[in-house]
Each structure stands twice: as structure tokens, then as C-alpha cells.
């Protein structure tokens, strides 16, 4: 994830790469999705509690459901229940 973030007036870089899993769930159309890894670019200053409330509602580790789209074969949209939509594109190198 690459962007920023502003809140209260100040402005906040978020620049992290997340890895996640997201296995098929028993409700209609949607995914558990699990962060497995988080790595933190040091340009990130982006607080732990408003990347908890406002962009991921879990840290790694923590399951939560959503929905996931094929763009194409390279990105997928993510929409978890309560947060933004993310479109995430996958290295060239991964599969």
C-alpha cells in the first residue's frame, strides 16, 4: 500500500506491503482473508491505531471477511465489511 492518510489536519505517509491468504467462507460470495505479513517501509508514519480503525481492521494474524474480485490477472479488488476497497496487484515474480 502507497498513499497517505490525513487526519485532524496532519497528513501521514503509509507505504507497507501486506501479504495475506484468504481462504472461501461458508457466507455467500466472501472470504476469510488473514494479513500474514506486514512489512513497514521506514518512510511509513502512518499510527498503528488509525491504520487499525481506518484502513485494515485486523494486524497480522487476524482473520476478518470480505469480499475479493479478479480484475485481471495481476489485481484483485479486496472489500472487507467496514473498510475501503484496495486493489492489490501481484509482483510479476508470484503466483
Known sequence: MTG???QDGKEYLVSRTLFFTAKISELNNMYITRITQEDIDK???LPKELWLQYMFPKSSGGEF???I???NKNAVLIQSLSNPFYICVRA???Y
Open 65 to 67: 471477511y470480505s469480499e
Open 4 to 6: 497517505s492518510v490525513t
Open 69 to 71: 474480485k479478479e480484475m
Open 92 to 94: 510479476e515474480d508470484q
Open 43 to 45: 518512510r511509513d508514519n
